[in-house]
């Protein structure tokens, strides 16, 4: 069994989760690269990955369907023969508002931004389960499968809004509170042995409909006057991944972005105060 730590980062070919899968393989971590229709992004962030030191695979999988979903982490666990942690970070971000509210829409944002990590972190839980002593009549406390840790871990990627909220993107809403409520009870469900966290960002990268313009001024919409980086996000998964003696908790990470009420989404409100002179 590799010595190393193996963390599976879903949605990991591109964009944030690409940083993330990176940001680990450079600081002593294994790691398997989620992803659904983009083989040549995952491929390249495999080799990244592995210039950088690390052991490092591509693993695509529909997270939506369910029996993709549980096949995923005993495909990861074939390969490097070890998994100690899980980033959910794949996800759906349509546009709805509750005047176009569809159960076919809450549906599609449910199955992707929630149900997977529930299954993820059930597979990560079972795992461990089975294959480290645990907290038993002798008292013994597991070994750290993180080297630095005293438990597996799961971090969430759950949104700003969600301590910020405003009726725009409703149904991904909808779903993202799904899934900081499960981070909370899944913390109580899998201790000791998996420890389960969450991270919000803000505005972090171009996305949907937004122009490049609006997207910098979305960026400085904030207290801080600047909203999150990919790198920020990666930064912060990896301490919680890192940290002990932390479960059942969310870092926000968005420049102070949750401080200040919004009405509406922050690519409008960008898109509303238009180009500074």
Known sequence: MASRAVVLVTGAARRVGRVIALD??????????????????????VADAQALGARAEAFSADLSDEAAARALVPAVLAHFGRLD???NNASAFEYDDPAGFSYAMLARQMLAN???AVVLAQALHDHLKDNLPGTGRDG?????????NEAGCVVNLLDQKLWNPNPDYFSYTLS???????????????APRVRVCGVAPGITLLSGPM??????????LTPLQRSSTPQDVARSVRFLIESPAITGTTLLVDGGQHLAAQPRDVMFLAREQGPRG
């Open 140 to 148: 013994e406390r597991p070994r750290n499968p993180l080297g630095r």
């Open 85 to 87: 942690g899980v980033v």
């Open 24 to 45: 680990l393989a450079a600081h002593g971590f294994d790691v398997a690269v989620h992803y659904r229709q983009s083989r040549a992004q995952a491929l390249a962030t």
């Open 176 to 190: 993202k509170a799904a899934l900081q409520a499960a981070t909370t009870m899944l913390a109580m469900s899998l």
């Open 211 to 220: 122009a490049d313009a609006e997207f910098e001024r979305a960026h400085r």
């Open 114 to 116: 929630a149900a997977p």
